[in-house]
């Protein structure tokens, strides 16, 4: 089956700087690739998701690229805000190869210092 | 749009009783997950279904029981509570025509002492 790993698992940042959170996953036929953000004491919210047709995608200050080759995946944060801070997953799975839910990283705690 | 919603929020149970958490979604979605977090272990799928009446195993299903009366509810059951369930369990749903989107409930936070 498919295998996520997510780094770093603690990540903390200075506000208005640039984060970075990496995800690797093992199965080549893994062709979608989604991001939550999970505030305290909420469920996941889906922020950004990139299939594998595309390298990249933008949205305001999230970006994600994929690289297929290297069966990796980023998020990238910019001008970080102090609303940033929470935890974030990657996950990975064959869209429309299954419905047997999205194989996701142990998470990313992000820490927006002001 | 209420989205999916589960209850309840909070549960403390003793070992060896039951309960059930419930599950609903208003998007008439076909796809629906029982998910559980614990520290620093990401998300683990319990079970999922396809659609009313189907249901399969995830990755850590013992336990667990699951059924799917109809579209929009997905309730999860434990029937002799351990300490080893003591977690967050999350519901989620999707559907078919976006692959594997899917849209997770607040959760459930249950201590099983």
Redesign the interface.
């Known amino acids: 089956g498919e295998n996520v790993e997510q780094h770093p698992s603690t990540l903390s940042v200075q506000e208005g700087d640039s984060a970075v959170i990496k995800c690797t996953y093992s199965d080549s036929a893994s062709n979608y690739f989604p991001w939550y953000k999970q505030e305290l004491g909420k469920g996941p919210q889906l922020i950004i998701d990139i299939r594998s047709n595309v390298g990249e995608k933008k949205d305001q200050r999230i970006a994600v690229t994929l690289n297929k080759t290297a069966k990796h995946f980023s998020l990238h944060i910019t001008e970080t805000q102090p609303e940033d801070s929470a935890v974030y997953f990657c996950a990975a799975s064959r869209a429309g190869g299954g419905a047997d839910g999205l194989t996701f990283g142990k998470g990313t705690h992000l820490i927006i210092q002001p | 749009n209420a989205g999916?919603t589960q209850t309840p929020k909070f549960r403390i149970l003793k070992i060896g009783q039951s309960m059930t958490l419930q599950c609903t979604q208003d998007m008439n979605h076909n796809?629906m997950?029982w998910?559980r977090q614990d520290p620093?272990?990401?998300?683990k799928?319990i079970y999922?279904s396809?659609g009313a009446g189907i249901t399969?195993k995830?990755e850590v299903p013992n336990g667990y029981n699951v059924s799917r009366s109809t579209t929009e509810d997905f309730p999860l059951r434990l029937e002799l509570a351990a300490p080893s369930q003591t977690s967050v369990y999350?519901c989620?749903s999707g559907p078919v025509s976006?692959?594997?989107?899917?849209?997770?409930?607040?959760?459930s936070w249950l201590t099983v002492v």
């Open positions: 999916v796809y997950y998910y620093g272990m990401g998300l799928l999922y396809v399969d995830g999350f989620a976006s692959g594997n989107t899917i849209y997770f409930g607040e959760g």
